[in-house]
């Protein structure tokens, strides 16, 4: 009886854990699935040479017009719009033992926001989609 009942009790939460694993899955599938989404990682550039460290987690962006799209989270569904200005240079090799997650030969890009702040990106390659013609370096 005592057994029976604890299963019970427990038993509405793990059914709401397990749909919710479900939906985290379907969703992060749904999302990696739209046409021109490409794994990203960004983050704010240092302001010594020590540096931040990359994040842990693969987000995944998609360019509309001057904006990149970034959805973030386990989920995927914190949606954050960086409003790009420009490149900053060209694109670098980045060392993949520091940017996990993104194969073996991603690539490091200094970008200018539209509120003049400087970001990292690393992508796991460069693609002409990735970025439209007019945010090539030497182009503006």
């Known amino acids: 009886m005592l057994a029976s009942m604890v299963l019970y009790i427990l038993g509405v939460p793990l059914w709401m854990i397990i749909g919710g694993l479900i939906l985290i899955f379907w969703n992060r599938s749904r999302v990696k699935k739209q046409p021109g989404i490409f794994p990203i990682k960004i983050r704010p550039e240092p302001e010594s040479n020590e540096g931040s460290k990359w994040p842990r987690s693969v987000s995944y962006a998609q360019w509309v017009h001057d904006v990149a799209i970034v959805r973030k989270g386990p989920a995927l569904i914190l949606t954050v719009p960086y409003g790009i200005k420009g490149l900053e240079g060209m694109p670098q090799d ?28 690393a992508l796991g390659e460069l693609h002409p989609e990735l970025a439209p013609e007019k945010f090539q370096e030497g182009t503006e």
């Open 94 to 121: 980045a060392n993949p033992e520091e940017v996990k997650g993104l194969g073996d030969h991603p690539k490091l890009v200094r970008v200018r926001l539209d509120d003049n702040s400087i970001i990292q990106v």
